[in-house]
């Protein structure tokens, strides 16, 4: 049974930066498309973030050019590289496999952006 374990969370004003982990406990990403997701305060969770085992990766446009996805393999670790923060990032972060029928959510990580 996959675990994922997302951390790195934390509080920053805006402009600030973070870089998110994501591991994998009990298991592999294997070959499997990943994620990064995001549950602002009161709305849904979403994709924000992809990469494929192959590393070409996608965005949503409110993240381009800020937030870089990557992975290591060798780690089974999952990264976001979140720079130039808003206050509109500010949200629970979760990782997970495209293919949402694989493993149950983690607990997130918190992200806040205050001035």
């Known amino acids: 049974q996959v675990r994922l374990v997302e951390s790195g969370g934390g509080s920053v004003h805006p402009g600030g930066t973070l870089t998110l982990s994501c591991t994998a406990s009990?298991?592999?990403?294997?070959?499997?498309?990943m994620g990064w997701y995001r549950q602002p305060p009161g709305k849904t969770r979403d994709l924000i973030a992809s990469i494929t085992y192959g590393g070409t990766t996608t965005y949503v446009d409110s993240v381009k050019g800020r937030f870089t996805i990557s992975t290591d393999h060798a780690k089974n670790t999952m990264y976001l590289q979140m720079n130039n923060l808003k206050l509109d990032d500010t949200a629970v972060y979760y990782c997970?496999?495209?293919?949402?029928?694989?493993?149950?959510w983690g607990q997130g990580t918190q992200v806040t952006v205050s001035s």
């Open positions: 009990g298991g592999k990403f294997g070959y499997n498309a």
């Open positions: 997970n496999a495209l293919d949402l029928t694989l493993w149950s």
